[in-house]
């Protein structure tokens, strides 16, 4: 998988109905039928990540560790119902039926081992829940047998550090008229694909491609920053202040970043939540106020820019960032991404006890 490294996916994938309630654990490779709305139209095709850790307690009984789980979880309802009509709404679990529904998953006995393996490996994990309509059909409609299959994998390292991204004003990774953008949905992830492609046209190193706003119409200094092509971003300004990005209709709600938050703020760090031009990002650049510009989601935390091509509206790079590794706000971002991590592990508190949860597994 592009970006993954070390990853292993787990002997079972889990299938639920949403009609008749019924789960079921298949081989990871179990088929989904080529006839259906959700390969041929994107109809009820969105999906979810979720870290999880599996350790042994004190009594040496293998638990699952999530934070903020609870947050994915109401994210992934919120991508089907936009996929259902508003009269099959009341199909969609509760966070509480979704919890049950996973739980059940890595209770399964056929995981025991992919599970105990992990518990060695100290590694993490990666749950990856979708949907998608097991009818056999090309109608154009809402779906008639919704489901939601599940997998697990645990992987070494996702994107990591150093990385090269690359600024891509052509392209639009979502239009906020629709209301889709703050959606986990598949159909809005060619569009990533594609200005990965655009980036490495630019840069063979690319890692990353990041987006601007869908105001076309506007100077391109003045378009507002969005998000990377598969990840959130933060930025860090010289004053020792980190920059979050206003959730709306163009910017998908990360979790990861709402911990990071928290964690920063406890770390004595001014988070700030407001919009930032490009125009106002390239002079932070140039007058070397541009800490780091970082990538976030699930999979690989906190990863910072080494390198970002700022691109002009003909596609000519204008100015080349690096980031300022001396300033100590730098290091205190890789901090922040430990101690992240290191609440699934137990060895930091989380700024609220609540978003943790462990279930005894095995």
């Not at 990871?28 to 350790?55: M, Q, T």
């Not at 105001?215 to 979050?244: F, G, M």
Request: glycine share 6%; net charge neutral.
């Amino acid at each position: 998988m592009a970006k993954f490294e070390g990853i292993k996916w787990a002997p079972r994938q889990l299938k639920y109905s949403l009609i008749d309630k019924k789960i079921e654990f298949v081989s990871p490779d179990s088929k989904v039928y080529a006839v259906n709305r959700s390969i041929h139209y994107g109809i009820f095709l969105c999906f979810e990540g979720i870290r999880f850790y599996c350790r042994r307690n004190e009594k040496g009984e293998i638990e699952i560790v999530f934070y903020n789980w609870e947050k994915n979880l109401e994210r992934f309802r919120r991508g089907m119902a936009f996929n259902l009509a508003t009269e099959q709404h009341n199909l969609i679990p509760s966070v509480e039926e979704l919890i049950h529904i996973f739980i059940s998953y890595f209770k399964d006995d056929a995981m025991y081992e992919f599970v105990n393996e992990m518990v060695e490996l100290d590694a993490q994990g990666y749950l990856r829940p979708f949907t998608v309509d097991e009818e056999q059909s090309i109608g154009v409609t809402f779906p008639a047998m919704p489901a939601i299959r599940a997998i697990a994998c645990r992987y070494d390292k996702y994107l990591g550090e150093p990385f090269t991204g690359v600024v891509i004003p052509h392209l639009v990774r979502a239009v906020s008229l629709n209301g889709m953008g703050c959606l986990k949905l598949g159909v809005n992830y060619l569009i990533s694909v594609k200005a990965i492609e655009e980036a490495r046209k630019i840069n063979p190193d690319a890692g990353s491609a990041l987006f601007l706003d869908d105001k076309t119409y506007q100077k391109i200094e003045e378009r507002n920053i969005s998000e990377w092509d598969s990840s959130c971003c933060l930025l860090a300004i010289a004053d020792n202040t980190v920059i979050k990005i206003p959730e709306h209709n163009l910017i998908l709600p990360s979790v990861t970043i709402q911990g990071l938050v928290a964690i920063l703020k406890d770390m004595g760090v001014n988070v700030i939540e407001r919009f930032i031009k490009y125009g106002e990002l390239i002079e932070y650049a140039k007058q070397h106020k541009l800490v780091a510009i970082c990538s976030v989601g699930t999979a690989g935390i906190l990863n910072r820019c080494y390198e970002l091509d700022f691109l002009d509206d003909k596609k000519n790079v204008i100015y080349i960032h690096k980031p300022l590794a001396e300033h100590p706000l730098f290091a205190k971002l890789a901090e922040a991404k430990q101690r992240y991590w290191d609440i699934y592990k137990g060895k930091y508190k989380p700024c609220s006890d609540e978003a943790l949860k462990k279930y005894i597994i095995k």
